[in-house]
């Protein structure tokens, strides 16, 4: 039996190197100050700096907006490309796709859409020069919350295809042909049997969404460099030492993190646990 236990070990050293040591790192240096000495200057500082809680505001607001849309197209195109009758070479490179489209990102794709759209704004601003519009003024800029949202939703959305696609292979033929059998509609069928099984799924899917975005660094500073205020770059700004070193700021910036998806988490427990009954 000790023997059984020898292949997990190099998942736990793993697991203990790169996942609990840096967090207990992270925990314990948020509540140090410049010396070492105990302080809760660094957490209080994220509360009552304007900045902080701009930055906060921002990432939270761009992980929501992109893991929803995110969860929406997402779920739209699996079920699209998984259904019945659909080709099936059209679910291998859709799953294809989508496996590199997911793990696609930082300063490549930003590079990709400021070269796609750069040249695209260049033939419409030109062609409204002619109707005298001023884009700048009334268009759409890459460079602003809204661009960061498009650009994070080309890894979003594959992500959630990848995710849900087995959900979507759990849905039995026979539950939509039963429904069919006793008269309900398609509609009901979704509203009453396919979604409510599926939502433990989407819920988890989210919460993986809103974590991936809000985690997300090189994309965002690719795009608006120190433009756009997100915690990831501002921690990356305070452990980098680009004006002024300050790891144990960015520490505490990291701890916030933690307490939000915390509070996510707090959240999906137990809307989870009422959407799993229809599993069982």
Do not use: C
């Not at 609990?20 to 925990?27: I, K, N, R």
């Not at 039963?178 to 009901?188: D, H, P, T, Y």
């Amino acid at each position: 039996m000790p023997l059984a236990w020898l292949g997990v070990v190099p998942f736990f050293a793993y697991a203990l190197l790169f996942l609990f040591f840096p967090a207990g790192q992270v925990l314990v240096g948020a509540f140090k100050g410049a010396h070492g000495s105990f302080t809760l200057a660094n957490v209080h500082d994220l509360v009552r700096v304007h900045q902080f809680r701009n930055a906060y505001k921002a990432s939270i607001e761009i992980s929501l907006v992109t893991a929803l849309l995110g969860a929406v197209f997402g779920l739209l195109i699996a079920y699209a490309a998984i259904r019945e009758g659909t080709p099936r070479w059209i679910r291998s490179a859709f799953t294809t796709f989508s496996g590199v489209a997911a793990n696609f990102g930082g300063i490549p794709l930003a590079f990709a859409f400021i070269a796609t759209l750069g040249t695209i704004g260049i033939v419409t601003q030109f062609l409204a020069n002619q109707l005298h519009y001023n884009l700048y003024q009334h268009g759409f800029s890459l460079f602003t919350k809204t661009g960061v949202e498009i650009v994070y939703l080309y890894f979003q959305i594959p992500l959630m295809l990848l995710v849900i696609a087995p959900a979507i292979d759990g849905l039995r033929r026979e539950w939509s042909e039963a429904s069919s059998n006793l008269g309900a509609s398609r509609l009901q069928y979704w509203r009453y049997i396919g979604i409510p099984i599926l939502l433990p799924s989407i819920l988890g899917a989210v919460i993986l969404l809103f974590g991936n975005a809000f985690a997300a660094y090189a994309t965002a500073y690719g795009l608006t460099s120190s433009g756009l205020g997100l915690v990831p770059i501002l921690i990356g700004s305070d452990l980098s030492g680009n004006v002024l070193s300050n790891p144990h700021e960015g520490q505490a910036l990291a701890f916030g993190m933690f307490v939000v998806l915390g509070l996510m988490m707090l959240f999906y427990v137990p809307l989870q646990r009422r959407a799993s009954r229809w599993a069982r």
